[in-house]
């Protein structure tokens, strides 16, 4: 059974730095597209970043225009473990964040077929 485990959020002042993880089980996720969404009170559900197997031991990231040069994505398959380093945090960036596994680089929620139990993380002074 395919699980995914999100940990790492909190509060934080604007300008701080959170590192979120996701912990899979169940099967390994080397060449899947890792998925990042994320759902502020009352919008609905959307694509941050995804790092996806690209061939060769290379995986590419895909980001939202809104994270681009803020937040990173990585992973580490020994851990069969992704995460999402997020810098320069601002209070419009609060949000439920969740992990997924989804079908390709750009998804839409309809993509992702697993998806972790999400984790809070509140930008505020």
């Known amino acids: 059974q395919v699980q995914l485990v999100e940990s790492g959020g909190g509060l934080v002042q604007p300008g701080g730095s959170l590192r979120l993880s996701c912990q899979g089980s169940?099967?390994?996720?080397?060449?899947?597209?890792m998925g990042w969404f994320r759902q502020a009170r009352g919008k609905e559900r959307e694509f941050v970043a995804t790092t996806t197997w690209s061939g060769g031991g290379i995986y590419r990231t895909v980001y939202a225009d809104s994270v681009k040069g803020r937040f990173t994505t990585f992973r580490d398959n020994g851990r069969n473990a992704v995460y999402l380093q997020m810098n320069n945090l601002r209070p419009e960036d609060t949000a439920v964040y969740y992990c997924?596994?989804?079908?390709?680089?750009?998804?839409?929620?309809?993509?992702?077929?697993?998806w972790g139990q999400g984790t809070q993380v509140t930008v505020s002074s």
């Open positions: 169940g099967r390994a996720f080397t060449t899947d597209a």
């Open positions: 997924a596994v989804c079908r390709n680089d750009q998804p839409q929620k309809t993509d992702c077929d697993y």
